[in-house]
C-alpha cells in the first residue's frame, strides 16, 4: 500500500519562501511520478507542479513555473520537494502530493490520473 506523508506548509508573508516535502512509503521499483496540487477555498484542485522518474520529467503551471521548483532527494529517492520562492496571497491553499506509478507523461497534469494521495499541508501567505 502506498502512502504519501505532505509537510513543510505554515504562515509565511508575501515575497517569502517555503518547502513543501512529500515522502512516500511503499512504492514498487524505482520508477513513478508525483504531482502536486492545490486547493483554496471555493475553488477546484489545480495542478501545481509535477516530476516523473528516472529522467526526470518535470511539469509546472504557469502561474509558478517561474517561482516554484520540484525536485528530488537524491539520497532519499523517496521524497520529493517543492520548493516555493517569491510567494503571493493568490498561493494560499492547502497543497496535496499525489503519486503514480503507471502515469504516462500525457496525464501528469491530470490530478484523476494520480491514484495515492497524502492528507494536505496547508499553505498560507499573508499580505
Known amino acids: 500500500q502506498v502512502q504519501l506523508v505532505g509537510s513543510g506548509g505554515g504562515l509565511v508573508q508575501a515575497g517569502g519562501s517555503l518547502r513543501l516535502s512529500c515522502t512516500a512509503s511503499?512504492?514498487?521499483?524505482?520508477?513513478?511520478?508525483i504531482g502536486w496540487f492545490r486547493q483554496a477555498p471555493g475553488k477546484e484542485r489545480e495542478f501545481v507542479a509535477a516530476?516523473?522518474?528516472?529522467?526526470?520529467?518535470?511539469?509546472y503551471a504557469d502561474v509558478v513555473k517561474d517561482r516554484f521548483s520540484i525536485s528530488r532527494d537524491n539520497a532519499a529517492k523517496n521524497t520529493v520537494y517543492l520548493q516555493m520562492n517569491s510567494l503571493n496571497p493568490e498561493d494560499t491553499a492547502l497543497y496535496y502530493c499525489?503519486?503514480?506509478?503507471?502515469?504516462?507523461?500525457?496525464?501528469?497534469?491530470?490530478?484523476?490520473?494520480?491514484?495515492?494521495w497524502g492528507q494536505g499541508t496547508q499553505v498560507t501567505v499573508s499580505s
Open positions: 499525489a503519486a503514480s506509478q503507471t502515469i504516462i507523461l500525457s496525464q501528469m497534469r491530470n490530478p484523476g490520473a494520480y491514484g495515492y
Open positions: 516530476g516523473r522518474w528516472p529522467g526526470p520529467s518535470i511539469y
Open positions: 511503499g512504492l514498487t521499483g524505482s520508477r513513478y511520478a
